[in-house]
Structures are given as C-alpha cells and as structure tokens.
C-alpha cells in the first residue's frame, strides 16, 4: 500500500518537536545528514505555510506531518493530541462514562482507520451489549467510523449515563454485520474480574488489564484464595491486552523470589536500557502456577508469562500471545500533546524479543494478518484431542529461535509467548454464531429473569454460590429461548434453507446440538444479571475448553515448581 496522504505530510514534525525536546534533538540530529534533512523540513514547512494557494492551519499541518513521520517507525509509535492525552490518563486513574471499551486505529485501505475493540471493560456497558475483543466498529449512529480519528472516537462514543449509541461491527470468522445498543454508563474500575475456588484445592483468578490497582487487587485476591485452603492457582491473562509495567512487575514479583529477573529492556541509547527484578516477599513463590494466555494477551500480560516460564515458575496454557514488545517512551510537546514514541525493546530474561517481526513502512492489515498466518499454521498441529506439547517443535525450529529456560527447557521466539501446551482454538457453529454474534443468551437471560420476577430474585437471595450449584437451564427453558428468539428478529426453522437466508436464522436442531453449551451461556448471563459479574466465570467454566484442558495437566505443572530450588 502506497501511503499517498501521510508521506507528503512529514514537513514539520522536526521542526515542532526540536522546539520542546531541545537536546534529545541535537543528541539525535548531530551528523551533518541529520541537519540538512531538518533544515530541508524547516524550508518544505516555511514554503507551505506560505505560499499556497489557501491559507494553512500551520497546527494542523504540524500534526499531520508528525504523524506521518511516526506512521514511517514502527506500529505502536503514535501522536496523542492534548485532548486524547486527558482520555488517557483517565482510562488508568479513575471511573469515567461511557461504552466501556479499550481499542485501537487499524490503517486500512485508502489509509483511512478502521476502529478496532482491543477488549470490553468487563462489567461495562459494551461487554454487556456483547461486544468481543477483536470486533472491528464500521458505523457509530448513522456515521461511518471509517476514517474515524482519536478525537472522533471519543466524541461519538463518550457520553452521559443513561444515553444510548448503536455500533455495527464486522467480526472475524462472520459473514454479516453485526449491530449493538450499548447503553452508556459509569465504567467499572475493577481489573481482578474473577477470584473463586475451582476446586478444594485450585484458585482461579482472572485479570483483564494493568491499571493502577491491578497488584492490590492480585494480592488481595491471593490472600483471599489462601485463606479458602488454595494450594494451586489458575491465573488466566485471556484477553488482557496490557497496561501498566510497574503493575505486570510488582504482580510478577509475587512469584518469584528476590533477584530474578522480570523483564530488560535494551535500545541504542544507553540510558533507555532497563532491568526490572524480583525483590523479596512474594506470597506464592513456591505452589504450582498454571498461566493461561491467548492471541488477545499483550504487552504487560506478555511480560509475565515471559517471566514465569523463563523462570520455570508456571506452565503456559493457551495460544501464542500478541507480540507487543516495543517500549514507548512519552515526550511532552508544548500545547500538552505527547509524543509516544518507542525508545527500546522487551526482553524476557532468557533474551527472547516479545515484539512480533513487522516491516517497517507496512500497514497494520499486513502486519496483523502474517501474525495470524504463523498462527493458523501452529493450530494446524494441534490433535483432536485438543492439547499439544510445544517441545514437539524442537527439532524444527532455528536454533536462533531456541531459548533456554533456567530448568533448561527449550522455549520459542519469534515474537509474542508460545506456551508450553497450545489449545485448539474452538470453531463455533453456526446456531452458536448467531446466539453469541447476536447476544441472544444474555438478552434471553435478561428478560427470563424480569419474567420469573421477584420471588425468583428472592429465592436466590444473595447466595451465588447456590446458584451457581443448584440451578438448571431445563429443556423447557431452552424451548422458552427459542420461542423469545423467533419474536426477536431471529428466525428458528425445522431446516437450513437452500442459499444465503434474507433474514437471521437458527435451526432448531443445530441449537439441540449445541443444547449444553446454549445453557450453559444462558445461566451465566442470569448468575452476572442477579449477582455481579464475577459470578458469569464461575458457570462458564463448565464450557470454558482451555480451562477444562488446563486443569489436565496438574501433574506438569507441579513437578515443574517442585523442581525448582527452594529458598
């Protein structure tokens, strides 16, 4: 793809920037290369501003320019303006209002972005609606979002509680669009989203991102599970898109003992060169860890698994993660702008590049889809059996990808966390496509639940836990969803129709089929509707076939922390 609008734009970006940077410039721009390229930059700017043919808007021209010029760098080096910059350090400091989405600018064609859900904030208005990770955001009201802008985002989805916006979405793996109401409101600030017993003797805790509470939350949650007799932890990072290092350390520190190393960062400057080690006092450092992570598990999230099976300290469960391992530092500019540009790379402490190899100058699609090309072809060797031991790739893998753990297992680079077991990835049905893409099971639940009314709310009391053990989705009530779903816009026929049906349709024996799974979803949604959202995992777990294939592989897991060294 040619990048016709943003290369001419690059004029002013040294210029604006070496006003406020000031030395960092001149260490940079110190060869005599260097300093006619900025003068040439300084002459295009002046030329430009001055001589055509309309007037120019000189700050526009200035952000357009230094975008373009970040656009020519790496995926993850961006511009955030003064206004965005207030989003963002909102989004870590406090509740704010809203659809309750972390996302993204994918450039796609004719270099205009197309919105991309990194994650839904669990508990919030978007995961509610049934918005999923992944879901790219084609038309916000009756506004296309493509082409959308960081400031257009946050003007069309930002807003009062209460208030309602409808989004349709294009999502991997279906054909048509799907839309959604999202209703706005208050944004939880909770990152620890689950904490239960799976068993007597397992603890299971969920993280969804790195915010600024995220290590309290870890720890109480720890201490919370010890005290309910956990000998073992699950901890699931599915879905965890990142956030905060200092969080991702301290939470690795919990693991290890003092003076392991957690992650290193190294860069062509030395003063950007970082380590970041264990320290004394870590509350699990000795039981078994089994880490469950997926191809929507980023950054902070990559750094502790990185860090916990170089160290051999958990077994790593799931899909190969993101690949985001580039290391933005923030230069503020004068009107309270930054500039978030990457300065160094992470490292795990075996040596391994977290970062996915891309090609600089390239569009996100081409960057986004060679990932999922290495990824189809992992998946390819998964067995039936759905479980695959990675050390079968040994042999076929470049020693330049080889990497020792400190037991001397053999790990992989090549960008993101290869576990040590992959998962299958499942493939849904179609009756599932359409009760999840259209988020029957949760608006099912939400009116069942207004249907048996408040003697059905008392019943239950404040008691999840019974709940969560005593009640059935019936046969009859599976009958009572397909009959709401057919007055819902959703068709539900004896058979598949010949070609492409005009309207959505559910085939009442493709549900049958999928009945447990059906269920299974529709008292989630009921247990997160009468209790609070910590109470969907628990029942989803039953359906949840990582987790299932995880709590397998016990045995692993503990032989691996009972051969490390105690201290």
Do not use: C
């Not at 909102?90 to 209002?97: I, K, L, P, R």
């Amino acid at each position: 793809m040619q990048h016709r609008r943003t290369l001419p734009l690059l004029v002013a970006a040294v210029l604006v920037v070496g006003i406020v940077l000031g030395f960092h410039v001149r260490d940079v721009a110190s060869g005599t290369d260097d300093r006619l390229n900025r003068n040439k930059i300084e002459e295009a700017f002046n030329i430009i501003t001055q001589g055509y043919v309309e007037r120019v808007d000189s700050a526009q021209l200035a952000e357009a320019a230094i975008e373009g010029m970040l656009a020519a760098l790496d995926p993850h080096s961006i511009y955030i303006s003064a206004d965005e910059m207030r989003d963002v350090q909102e989004s870590f400091n406090a509740s704010f209002e809203g659809i309750g989405i972390y996302y993204e600018l994918i450039e796609g064609p004719d270099d205009r972005d197309t919105l991309a859900v990194l994650m839904p904030i669990a508990g919030g208005p978007s995961e509610e609606a049934g918005l999923h990770p992944g879901d790219r955001i084609i038309q916000i009201d009756d506004t296309t979002a493509i082409g959308f802008d960081t400031e257009l985002v946050q003007r069309y989805l930002k807003g009062p509680a209460g208030t309602e916006v409808t989004v349709k979405v294009r999502r991997p793996g279906y054909r048509d669009t799907l839309s959604f109401t999202i209703t706005r409101d208050r944004i939880p600030l909770e990152t620890v989203i689950a904490a239960y017993m799976l068993d007597d003797e397992t603890g299971y805790i969920k993280l969804q991102r790195f915010a600024r509470t995220s290590h309290a939350e870890v720890l109480e949650a720890l201490q919370a599970l010890r005290a309910q007799g956990m000998e073992r932890l699950i901890f699931d990072l599915r879905g965890n898109a990142g956030g905060l290092l200092e969080q991702a350390w301290q939470i690795v520190d919990e693991f290890l003992p003092a003076g392991e190393m957690v992650v290193y960062t190294n860069s062509r400057h030395p003063s950007n060169n970082r380590e970041y080690r264990a320290t004394s006092g870590g509350t699990f450092e000795q039981d078994p860890v089994i880490l469950l992570v997926d191809e929507n598990s980023a950054s902070a999230s990559e750094i502790v698994a990185g860090a916990l099976q170089d160290h051999d300290r958990a077994l790593i469960v799931g899909r190969r993660t993101f690949g985001k391992g580039l290391v933005q530092q923030q230069f503020p500019l004068s009107d309270g702008s930054v500039l978030q540009m990457t300065v160094s790379r992470y490292y795990t402490p075996s040596g391994r590049l977290i970062q996915t190899p891309y090609v600089r100058g390239h569009d996100d699609e081409e960057y986004f889809e060679a990932k999922q090309e290495l990824r189809d072809l992992m998946e390819g060797q998964i067995p039936e059996s759905g479980l695959l031991d990675v050390s079968v790739f040994a042999d076929e893998v470049p020693d330049s990808l080889k990497y020792t753990t400190d037991a001397g297992r053999v790990v992989f680079g090549g960008g993101g966390i290869l576990p040590d077991y992959l998962v299958r990835l499942d493939t849904l049905s179609a009756a599932l496509q359409t009760v999840i893409g259209r988020n029957l099971d949760n608006e099912f639940a939400r009116h069942r639940i207004e249907q048996l009314g408040e003697s059905f709310r008392q019943r239950w009391g404040d008691d999840p836990a019974a709940f969560i053990r005593d009640y059935e989705v019936d046969d009859a009530t599976l009958e009572a969803f397909l009959a709401w779903a057919d007055d819902h816009g959703v068709d539900v026929v004896e058979a598949r129709p010949a070609g492409e049906p005009e309207t959505p349709i559910l085939v009442r024996s493709e549900v049958l089929a999928e009945a447990d799974d059906v269920k299974t979803r529709i008292k989630a949604f009921m247990a997160r509707r009468l209790f609070d959202v910590d109470a969907f995992y628990p029942v989803v777990a039953e359906i949840d076939r990582t987790l299932t294939e995880a709590m397998t592989l016990w045995r692993v897991a503990t032989d691996l922390a009972e051969a490390r060294p105690r201290r």
